[in-house]
């Protein structure tokens, strides 16, 4: 079985400048997460899809932040314009569902490392 | 506030000795627990998970986990340690997340030293 997909792994810029990520989950995992995770601390969740259907970005910066799964399947996540302490690897993870009394473990990609000077 | 706690930083064991990477939770309801293991240059990994039943959960890499309700803890061990295991270690609960669905929060980390 195909693990989650993300590119790319690395990506340098400069603050101000815009960057996009991609992510693939597992076919037929319905729950698609993308988190942040700064260095020395644990993922942060920034925006969860239920097939293409957002369930939470309470913890997405909005102004610069911005994601969508189109068609269930694939999604990207885009920030525009980058800060310097956007500067962190951004992980997709992908679950068969959350709902009800699921407890689906989340597989994860290998991430993006972001770095903005 | 639902929350997770790893005290320790980092954890420094000697090859062949019993490990124990400690986490406490805080969430309202049964809790749904975790434990995830992060390489170097590469995406967590789900090692095991407590639900019901048996206080003590085995997973995958001869790691278990035991459920304390009492203490609210979730602590992980194993009974031998591999230089292997030099990892870093995420304890994560299941909460009731916007607009009612679920999602997982992860504490700080551990990091995992076992030394030959």
């Known amino acids: 079985e195909a693990g989650v997909a993300q590119s790319p792994r690395y990506k340098i810029i400069e603050k101000r400048q815009s960057v996009a990520f991609w992510c693939n989950p597992i076919s037929g995992h319905a729950t698609l997460y993308w988190y942040q995770q700064i260095l020395g601390q644990g993922p942060k969740l920034l925006i969860q899809?239920?097939?293409?259907?957002?369930?939470?970005d309470s913890q997405l910066p909005k102004d610069r932040f911005s994601a969508e799964r189109l068609k269930g399947v694939d999604s990207t996540l885009k920030i525009q314009p980058a800060k310097l302490e956007d500067s962190a690897v951004y992980l997709c993870?992908?679950?068969?569902?959350?709902?009800?009394?699921?407890?689906?473990?989340?597989?994860f990609g290998p991430g993006t490392r972001l770095t903005v000077l | 506030a639902q929350s997770v706690a790893q005290p320790e930083d980092q954890v420094n064991v000697a090859e062949g000795n019993p490990l124990t990477v400690k986490c406490t939770y805080s969430?309202?309801?049964?809790?749904?627990l975790f434990w995830y293991v992060q390489y170097p240059n590469r995406g967590l990994q789900f090692l095991l998970k407590y639900i019901t039943g048996d206080n003590l959960v085995k997973g995958s890499y001869g790691f278990e986990a035991e459920f304390n309700k009492s203490q609210t803890s979730f602590h992980l061990k194993k009974p031998s340690a591999l230089v292997s295991d030099s990892a870093l270690y995420f304890c994560?609960?299941?909460?009731?997340?916007?607009?009612?669905?679920?999602?997982?929060?992860f504490g700080s980390g551990t990091r995992l030293s076992i030394r030959p």
């Open positions: 899809f239920q097939n293409n259907g957002v369930v939470d």
């Open positions: 994560a609960v299941r909460v009731s997340g916007y607009s009612s669905a679920s999602k997982i929060i």
């Open positions: 969430v309202s309801g049964n809790p749904y």
């Open positions: 993870a992908s679950s068969l569902r959350t709902s009800g009394r699921s407890s689906n473990e989340q597989f």
